[in-house]
C-alpha cells in the first residue's frame, strides 16, 4: 500500500505559477510511473502528466505542453508538477497517481493508487 498527498494549490491569478507536490508514504514509489490528473466541476477527470520511474520518460496533456513541467525525486519519495502560465481553464481539484507498472501513462485505469487532491483556482 502506498499513502499519497498533494499540497501545493491554491488561489492565483492568470498567468502565475504553483508547484503541486505529491509525497508518498508506506513503500517507495522508485518504481513507479507516476502521473498528474484533474477534475474541473461538472468535467471528467483527465490526464495532465505521467513520468516513469526514472525519469526518463515524460507525457503531458496537449493542453499543458510548454506550461507545466513534470518531475520526481525518488530519494525523497515525491513528484511535483511545476504549473507555470496558469490560465482560468487550469482551475480544478488535482490528483497525483502511482502507477501498477514503472511506465508513464495517459490512461486512468493504469493508476492503483490516488491522493485526495488539492485545490487549485485560477482568477482571470
Known amino acids: 500500500q502506498v499513502q499519497l498527498v498533494e499540497s501545493g494549490g491554491g488561489l492565483v491569478q492568470a498567468g502565475g505559477s504553483l508547484r503541486l507536490s505529491c509525497a508518498a508514504s508506506g513503500r517507495t514509489i522508485g518504481n513507479d510511473g507516476m502521473g498528474w490528473f484533474r477534475q474541473a466541476p461538472g468535467k471528467e477527470r483527465e490526464f495532465v502528466a505521467a513520468i516513469s520511474w526514472s525519469g526518463v520518460t515524460i507525457d503531458y496533456a496537449d493542453s499543458v505542453k510548454g506550461r507545466f513541467t513534470i518531475s520526481r525525486d525518488n530519494t525523497e519519495n515525491t513528484v511535483y508538477l511545476q504549473m507555470n502560465s496558469l490560465k482560468p481553464e487550469d482551475t480544478a481539484v488535482y490528483y497525483c497517481?502511482?502507477?501498477?507498472?514503472?511506465?508513464?501513462?495517459?490512461?486512468?485505469?493504469?493508476?492503483?493508487?490516488w491522493g485526495q487532491g488539492t485545490q487549485v483556482t485560477v482568477s482571470s
Open positions: 497517481a502511482a502507477a501498477r507498472s514503472a511506465y508513464s501513462s495517459d490512461y486512468m485505469g493504469s493508476y492503483d493508487y
